[in-house]
Antibody, heavy 121, light 107 residues
Framework: EVQLLESGGGLVQPGGSLRLSCTAS????????MSWVRQAPGKGLEWVSGIFGSGGSTFHADSMKGRFTISRDNSKNTLYLQMNSLRAEDTAVYYCARHTQQIVYYAMDVWGQGTSVTVSS | DIQMTQSPSSLSASVGDRVNITCRASQSISNYLNWYQQRPGKAPELLIYSASNLQSGVPSRFSGGGSGTDFTLTISSLQPEDFATYYCQKTYNIPLTFGGGTKVEIK
């Protein structure tokens, strides 16, 4: 079964850091691009970051540039999101999602269940 | 950045109704447009990719159309399980922007 399982969410103080993980199973991880998408409470979906299947190219939304870093370890079938300098407005459920191709310019056909991040003092 | 505008932001409809949701891009995005359904408390699910292609396993009452800047998601006969929020998303270039969503509620 194709599956994505996020972990690493929790409560963090403003200015703090957190690393999210997304473990993939049931498919050849290295052959698919991956993204992180977040959803603040009661709000819509917001694309955060994406990475090619090879890991050779990464992309971030402007509001996350310099604070968030996406990476992957294809030997461990795992996607990461390192989040630094966290703000209250980063509070959201964070989903990892698989693109249908090796590059990010295609739809996301598999989603994890999400991990919740709360930034508060 | 290319902006994605969905309309309406919400609608009320009855079981069996035909529903149309529109997504407009501020510049041409060819057919790099996808549609997702999200039920409360759940992760999004892909319905339509590349503007008009039905994702495997998605009921045929869902269809998508359009190209360039104007796109439509149609539900031909609304079913109880279709009451959810629908999002369009462009994957033409970075950022991979979502529309604001359309909440479909029971009339």
């Amino acid at each position: 079964e194709v599956q994505l399982l996020e972990s690493g969410g929790g409560l963090v103080q403003p200015g703090g850091s957190l690393r999210l993980s997304c473990t993939a199973s049931g498919f050849t991880f290295r052959t698919y691009a991956m993204s992180w998408v977040r959803q603040a409470p009661g709000k819509g979906l917001e694309w955060v970051s994406g990475i090619f299947g090879s890991g050779g190219s990464t992309f971030h939304a402007d509001s996350m540039k310099g604070r968030f870093t996406i990476s992957r370890d294809n030997s461990k079938n795992t996607l990461y999101l390192q989040m630094n300098s966290l703000r209250a407005e980063d509070t959201a459920v964070y989903y990892c999602a698989r693109h249908t191709q090796q590059i990010v310019y295609y739809a996301m056909d598999v989603w994890g269940q999400g991990t919740s991040v709360t930034v508060s003092s | 950045d290319i902006q994605m505008t969905q309309s309406p932001s919400s609608l009320s409809a009855s079981v069996g109704d035909r529903v149309n949701i529109t997504c407009r891009a501020s510049q041409s995005i060819s057919n790099y447009l996808n549609w997702y359904q999200q039920r409360p408390g759940k992760a999004p699910e892909l319905l339509i990719y590349s503007a008009s292609n039905l994702q495997s396993g998605v009921p045929s009452r869902f269809s998508g159309g359009g190209s360039g800047t104007d796109f439509t998601l149609t539900i031909s006969s609304l079913q109880p399980e279709d009451f959810a929020t629908y999002y369009c998303q462009k994957t033409y270039n970075i950022p991979l922007t979502f529309g604001g969503g359309t909440k479909v509620e029971i009339k």
